[in-house]
């Protein structure tokens, strides 16, 4: 009588990034292309899920505020059941796994059944909205801070303050900042951040339909609905960002962009003698 052994599957744990699926890593591409199974959230592109080979199985597992596909435990016994039985699985999330998911839950869950697993980050959508606003998250002079903040508003979720996380060098990113923004605002301007500080609310990041709006602080409030998912930036950085829209007082914000005037004055030499024997040197 012959044994059969099946050896255990493994998991991983992937970034989708914010929606293009040239904006995945190679790692992430390279375990989508072998997985046997992927798991994905709703947030996932169609883009990224083209990606994936016809003969693997897809399934969405897909969970949003007030309404959810799957629960969280279904999610890790499927997990668990396909690696038991010698799967490749992919649980392919939006953006980074380890920025606002519930990567935390899972680990414990896989770990807590022994199975193996590895985390491929990915491109999260502060970074590409940044880089498609054209404008650092931080800067030496003028954001030497960056907090990354949920404003999710699930029943679930207990809210919390802003409180000390609140400075004018730091650049608050809003990840889910949902469509009403008169009690952020009240929120920010509460904490000590000036009505005038510029912000920009990015829709769609990477996305064919990506649309990016900057206002300031006061103009939250009357700022449109935009398609989900979104996020907001907070900070001074954003008073050089590209925009589709701006919703900004005429004039600009010449206070907020004097350290980038400072950065543009150059020590020129006194003399043409100085600049020669520079360019000896």
Same mark, same amino acid.
């Given at each position: 009588?012959?044994?059969?052994?099946?050896?255990? @599957?493994?998991?991983?744990?992937?970034?989708?990034?914010?929606?293009?699926?040239?904006?995945?890593?190679?790692?992430?591409?390279?375990?989508?292309?072998?997985?046997?199974?992927?798991?994905?959230?709703?947030?996932?592109? =169609?883009?990224?899920?083209?990606?994936?080979?016809?003969?693997?199985?897809?399934?969405?597992?897909?969970?949003?505020?007030?309404?959810?596909?799957?629960?969280?435990?279904?999610?890790?016994?499927?997990?668990?059941?396909?690696?038991? /039985?010698?799967?490749?699985?992919?649980?392919?999330?939006?953006?980074?796994?380890?920025?606002?998911?519930?990567?935390?839950?899972?680990?414990?869950?896989?770990?807590?059944?022994?199975? %193996?697993?590895?985390?491929?980050? @990915?491109?999260?959508?502060?970074?590409?909205?940044?880089? +498609? +606003?054209?404008?650092?998250?931080?800067?030496?002079?003028?954001?030497?801070?960056?907090?990354?903040?949920?404003?999710?508003?699930?029943? =679930?979720?207990?809210?919390?303050?802003?409180?000390?996380?609140?400075?004018?060098?730091?650049?608050?990113?809003?990840?889910?900042?949902?469509?009403?923004? @008169?009690?952020?605002?009240? =929120?920010?301007?509460?904490?000590?951040?000036? %009505?005038?500080?510029?912000?920009?609310?990015? /829709?769609?990041?990477?996305?064919?339909?990506?649309?990016?709006?900057?206002?300031?602080?006061?103009?939250?409030? /009357?700022?449109?609905?935009?398609?989900?998912?979104?996020?907001?930036?907070?900070?001074?950085?954003?008073?050089?960002?590209?925009?589709?829209? %701006?919703?900004?007082?005429?004039?600009?914000?010449? =206070?907020?962009?004097?350290?980038?005037?400072?950065?543009?004055?150059?020590?020129?030499?006194?003399?043409?003698?100085?600049? +020669?024997?520079?360019?000896?040197?």
């Amino acid at each position: 009588m012959r044994t059969h052994y099946t050896l255990p @599957g493994r998991v991983y744990l992937v970034g989708a990034g914010p929606g293009s699926a040239k904006l995945l890593t190679l790692r992430a591409l390279e375990v989508l292309r072998m997985a046997d199974i992927v798991f994905h959230d709703d947030l996932v592109s =169609e883009d990224v899920l083209a990606t994936i080979p016809a003969h693997t199985a897809v399934q969405s597992v897909g969970k949003r505020c007030g309404f959810k596909k799957t629960s969280q435990q279904e999610i890790h016994l499927r997990m668990i059941s396909a690696a038991q /039985s010698g799967q490749t699985v992919v649980r392919l999330k939006g953006g980074d796994p380890l920025v606002f998911g519930r990567t935390h839950e899972e680990i414990t869950a896989l770990r807590k059944a022994h199975i %193996d697993f590895e985390i491929v980050p @990915g491109i999260t959508a502060a970074t590409a909205a940044a880089a +498609a +606003a054209q404008i650092p998250l931080t800067e030496r002079r003028g954001a030497s801070k960056l907090v990354f903040v949920s404003n999710h508003c699930c029943a =679930e979720k207990n809210q919390g303050h802003l409180g000390q996380t609140l400075a004018e060098d730091a650049t608050l990113v809003f990840y889910m900042p949902g469509s009403e923004f @008169g009690a952020l605002r009240s =929120e920010l301007t509460a904490n000590g951040l000036s %009505d005038d500080l510029p912000c920009l609310l990015v /829709s769609q990041v990477a996305r064919l339909e990506q649309k990016l709006i900057r206002t300031t602080i006061r103009g939250l409030s /009357s700022l449109p609905v935009q398609p989900s998912p979104s996020l907001l930036i907070v900070g001074v950085t954003v008073a050089g960002a590209r925009a589709d829209e %701006d919703l900004i007082p005429d004039g600009g914000y010449p =206070e907020l962009n004097r350290w980038h005037e400072e950065e543009l004055i150059l020590e020129l030499p006194h003399s043409l003698e100085a600049v +020669a024997t520079k360019l000896a040197l």
